[in-house]
Structure formats: C-alpha cells, structure tokens
C-alpha cells in the first residue's frame, strides 16, 4: 500500500511540476514542494520498511528530486519575471 501511495504522489508530482511551469504561481510553488517533500518521506519510509537496496534506491530518488528541482526552479524564474514586469 506504501509502494502505491509513493508512487501515486511522485507521478503526481511530476505531473503537477509541469503544469506548475505552464502556469506558475507562488501558492503552486509550495504545493510541489510539499509532494516533493512527502515522495522523499515516503521513500525513506519504503527503504526502512522493505529493506531494499539504498545504493539503487538512492540514484532513482535523485534522478526524479533533479528533474523536480529543475522545474520548480524553472517555473519559480518565470513567475519571478512576470512579477516583474
């Protein structure tokens, strides 16, 4: 059931990033934060459960977190410059 929910709310999240950069806004910018937040919890949380192993574990969470991270900083450059103009 945690595998479920972990991967639910990581294609969520990286579905939700994609919009979030067609459409940025500051109250967007913390909602991915919060499923970026609670797909590294529940990842932690799958690791000490089922005792996989962290070294392939490690490199897939860093794969998606990098591809997160980079369009949340992308959508965060664009609502800063329509903020400023």
């Known amino acids: 059931m945690l595998l479920i ?3 639910a709310i990581a294609l969520s999240s990286l579905g ?3 919009y979030l950069y067609n459409t940025p806004s500051r109250a967007g910018v913390n909602t991915a934060l919060t499923l970026v937040g609670t797909t590294l919890v529940s990842g932690t949380a799958l690791v000490a459960v089922t005792h996989s192993n962290i070294l392939s574990t490690c490199v897939t969470g860093l794969v998606y977190l ?5 369009g949340i900083v992308a959508a965060r450059g664009k609502l800063s410059k329509a903020l400023n103009q």
């Open 5 to 7: 929910l972990h991967i």
């Open 16 to 18: 939700y990033t994609t």
């Open 66 to 70: 990098g591809a997160v991270s980079f």
